[in-house]
């Protein structure tokens, strides 16, 4: 499959409080294929976000390459949707307002954006609450309207930052399977941060361990071979989940006492 992002050799250095400067990542190389999801694991502080923002665009690496589809990656990528950790939701606009938010900013014409808008709505299963304000959902309804506020404009890649950390576990489950669902349908590429490895291996194709920070780079590299489709609560039970996720935390728990004793440190 051709590849739809590439970091290549990636630095980010920003300057520290103290004079000088901090090197969040270092060398750091990581590819996604058009139609592969990807989850990114580490400790906490590893700089997973960081990655993120600079295969958005948000962020340009100190050092090394950022290519999209194979084309340098210079300034925002427009190829891929970001749904955030946090509330990125406009509290005076209704659900439906928010969803279709950025085919306003693309000038899509109203009528139009209305009807795709009111689609996927349909399709995250808020078909009816169109005219609720964020403050009259739930933080699954929410997290609901930020997924279709950014599967709307059909990106080719979808970048996701721990997006349902806040949830309840049952929500959690419900989101996670909602999303596997849309992605099987359209097989975009996805990356995937999430601090959760068992979301990580019920999710993925491939699940990649961040080394703890500073200078953090991949670690790990692996291949999630459970057949699909998955059903997120009952794959946790597959004897093949277990044996990898025996594997990964055999990478990875070192990474978090390490990070966890920076921390104490500081």
Known sequence: MPEALGLDRVTCTFP????????????????????????VVGPTGCGKSTLLNMAAGLLAPTAGTVRV?????????????????????????????????GLEFAGVPPAEARGRGMDWLRRVGLGGFEDRYPHQMSGGMRKRTMLAQTLIRDPDIILMDEPFSALDVQTRQLMENEVLDLWMASRKAVLFITHDLDEAIAMSDRVVVLSAGPDTHPIGDFPIDIPRPRDVAEIRTHP????????????????????YARQRQA
Request: net charge positive.
């Open 16 to 39: 520290a409080a103290q004079g000088g400067a901090y090197t969040a990542m270092r060398e750091a190389t990581l590819a996604v294929a058009a139609g592969e999801f990807v989850s």
């Open 69 to 101: 589809f194979g084309d340098l990656l210079q300034g925002i990528n427009h190829r891929a949707g970001y749904m955030f950790q946090g509330e990125a939701l406009m509290p005076w606009r209704t659900a439906l307002a928010n969803v279709t938010t």
């Open 240 to 259: 093949r989940f277990v044996a990898l996720h025996r594997a990964i935390w055999a990478v990875l728990r070192d990474e978090v006492l390490k990070g």
